[in-house]
Every structure is written in structure tokens, then in C-alpha cells.
């Protein structure tokens, strides 16, 4: 079982941000920039691309939404968007708002936010996504 998917099951807490019957966002905890989200399917699959034609589409449907509220919360020029698929293995698309190409750098320092920071973000982007 994953981390994602022990995430899933509420064995391990998270910062979530949206949910649907089929899909789970949350903050990440080492986010590359305020407002870094990470969107799974509560299904266990290993790689994006073996992820089922019918439930493909509509994870980036819900990941849009998901995006759309994050943009609200943390004005941006874009909602970066990343797919790596080897840091966990369990499908994952990456969220992150950006102004510039190198925002979105995975080498960069990663933010260390405290809880209360952590919440009040995923609190936010939550309220926003509930709101469209």
C-alpha cells in the first residue's frame, strides 16, 4: 500500500483541498511553491498512463477545477502542471502556481510551512473550489 494510499484510506492525515468520489487533492508537504497540490485517484495505479481511458478524463476534468481554485486563492500567470511519476508509486499530477518557468524547478529549496500555514492554505483553495 502506498503512502498516497494510506492517505486515502485516513491512516495518514493530509491536507485536503478537494474530493470526489474517484479523486483525492491535497497539499503537498514539501510544496515548490504556496498553493502546490497534488491530485491522486483513490484507486491504487502506478503510472498516469495506466490509469483506466474512462477515469483518465475525468481526473483532468477535476484537476482543472482543482486548478481554477488555487489560481483564486494565489494569483498566478499560469497553474503549472507536472506529471514525474517516480517519486510515488501511485499516480499523481502536480498543481503548483507559477509566474515563471523556474518556479515550477523540483530542484529548487522546497518550503517548510508550519501546520497552521499548511491548513489555512488547503482551508482556502477548499472554499474556493466548493465555490465554483
Not at 2 to 18: D, L, N, W
Not at 25 to 32: M, Q, W
Not at 47 to 56: K, P, R, W
Not at 76 to 95: D, F, K, S, T
Amino acid at each position: 500500500m502506498t503512502i498516497f494510499s494510506r492517505i486515502v484510506a485516513g491512516e495518514i492525515p493530509c491536507y485536503k483541498v478537494a474530493e470526489s468520489e474517484h479523486f483525492l487533492a491535497f497539499l503537498d508537504i514539501t510544496p515548490v511553491q504556496k498553493g502546490h497540490v497534488l491530485v491522486i485517484p483513490k484507486k491504487e495505479i502506478d503510472y498516469i498512463f495506466d490509469i483506466e481511458d474512462d477515469l483518465i478524463g475525468p481526473m483532468m476534468v477535476f484537476s482543472k477545477k482543482v486548478a481554477n481554485a488555487i489560481k483564486a486563492v494565489f494569483p498566478c500567470e499560469r497553474i503549472g502542471v507536472a506529471v514525474i511519476g517516480l517519486e510515488v508509486p501511485h499516480a499523481h499530477i502536480h498543481l503548483i502556481p507559477i509566474n515563471a518557468l523556474a518556479d515550477m524547478d523540483f530542484k529548487n529549496v522546497r518550503l517548510k510551512l508550519d501546520a497552521a500555514e499548511m491548513s489555512d492554505i488547503a482551508q482556502r483553495i477548499h472554499h474556493s473550489y466548493i465555490a465554483q
